[in-house]
């Protein structure tokens, strides 16, 4: 049978459009159906806190570890027997929490390797987690880490977020490269800029007395020619971002996830993804999260 020019044209219109929509349908789909809107295969670690406070999943080692202080994380032993920090049942923004009671030295530690992205060419990650605090009423006038990636020093291929010192308590997202890459000339950090610093600060108002506040960071094209961004984002909405070049060194041997140091609230949900997540997908955890604490509030 010959089909006139515009019977084909119709037909092939009709085709393309069912294409384009059995392939919209199928995105819709695999978007549903991986939780909190991000791919779960792009979620190397997840500490819940609930149980005993070993990591949910990990890529590497998932056991919890208990240092007497930062300077001894080296001879951090598995376990939380400590009088300072202790897991709560039921009191996270989803089933339990880690909670900081007392000030004092010791902090959490996570062995980095295989649960954090790979220090490689064009290295990108995503933390997220969720924190309780008071900055004004309960935390001490040091500098407060909630949680720092290091294998060196806090200024030396490092990732962090931390309350500054001071009456202010800025909060701060810092992303210190290799030491020798950012700082070559080693010019004292107090003589820095505070514009030169690889950091970005915002208000600790943003953080409620005893409410949940969720902060999520991201970095990618880190070891690549072009400039780097790292960003911040508080309760799903996007911060600001540092945007330089960025070198990052890493011996695995020595890479930790540091909780709680000079820390004293609640931090829970702990979650780090291989790849640089978009401001959609954070947003993603943010109000899934809060949904899923909602309904199990009502249970």
Request: aromatic letters at 10%; a negative charge; one cysteine or more.
């Given at each position: ?84 920090i202790h ?92 030491y020798s ?6 010019i004292p ?111």
């Amino acid at each position: 049978m010959i089909l006139a020019r515009g019977e084909m044209l119709n037909n092939t219109s009709v085709n393309l459009c069912a294409l384009l929509i059995c392939i919209c349908v199928q995105m819709d789909m695999a978007y549903a159906s991986t939780p909190n809107g991000v791919d779960e295969n792009d979620l190397i670690f997840k500490a819940s806190f609930d149980g005993n406070g070993d990591a949910d999943i990990a890529g590497g080692d998932p056991k919890l570890y208990l240092a007497s202080s930062f300077a001894q994380r080296a001879e951090a032993k598995p376990g939380l027997n400590s009088n300072n920090i202790h897991l709560i049942e039921g009191e996270g923004i989803l089933g339990g929490t880690l909670a900081f009671h007392r000030h004092s030295p010791e902090i959490i530690v996570f062995k980095g390797k295989d649960n954090l992205p790979p220090a490689e060419e064009n290295m990108e990650g995503s933390v997220s987690l969720w924190l309780k605090v008071s900055p004004y009423v309960d935390l001490p006038d040091e500098f407060v880490d909630p949680i720092m990636v290091i294998d060196k020093a806090w200024n030396d291929s490092a990732l962090f977020i931390d309350f500054d010192k001071g009456s202010e308590k800025e909060f701060r997202l810092g992303v210190f490269s290799d030491y020798s890459f950012w700082n070559p000339k080693d010019i004292p950090f107090d003589d820095i800029s505070r514009d030169a610093r690889p950091m970005l600060g915002l208000s600790s108002r943003i953080f409620l007395d005893q409410k949940w506040t969720h902060v999520a960071f991201t970095w990618q094209h880190v070891n690549t020619d072009k400039d780097a961004k790292a960003s911040l984002y508080i309760n799903g909405d996007y911060q600001g971002s540092l945007v330089r070049k960025q070198m990052f060194t890493w011996d695995e041997s020595k890479l930790e996830i540091i909780l709680g140091m000079n820390y004293l609230g609640a931090l829970d949900e702990l979650k780090i993804f291989n790849r640089a997540l978009h401001e959609e997908e954070i947003a993603a955890l943010y109000n899934n999260t809060l949904s899923s604490a909602a309904t199990d509030n009502t249970d």
